[in-house]
Nanobody
């Protein structure tokens, strides 16, 4: 299994970024996927997740209305569109594969993680 994140970088407050996670080595359409992040000096925070077939999505309260998760099962890729970015969104963002079809916010349900992509929001 391999998960490769991309799309991070430096953005200004109020700006946008789109993260991508390219997956390989497993049947992508069978599993829920999520994004989590770790800010400097803080613990891992679950951000958003999507069901295996894309039928349901979940967001942590701090990103609701600003972030949108989606997936393209034909391309084995999950995305995180991040709008209205804030300095507190600065973190290393990880893509994670669940062991089940339905998205959960339990880290124990996720069996593979990418290496992360850095997002920095600063003026």
């Amino acid at each position: 299994v391999q998960l490769v994140e991309s799309g991070g970088g430096l953005a200004q407050p109020g700006g946008s970024l789109r993260l991508s996670c390219a997956a390989s080595g497993f049947t992508f359409s069978n599993y829920a996927m999520s994004w989590a992040r770790q800010a400097p000096g803080k613990g891992l925070e679950w951000v958003s997740g999507i069901n295996a077939d894309g039928s349901g999505t979940v967001y942590t309260n701090s990103v609701k209305g600003r972030f949108t998760i989606s997936r393209d099962n034909a391309k084995n890729t999950v995305y995180l569109q991040m709008n209205s970015l804030k300095p507190e969104d600065t973190a290393l963002y990880y893509c994670a594969k669940s062991g089940i079809r339905i998205v959960t916010m339990r880290f124990n349900d996720y069996d593979y993680w990418g290496q992360g992509t850095q997002v920095t929001i600063s003026s």
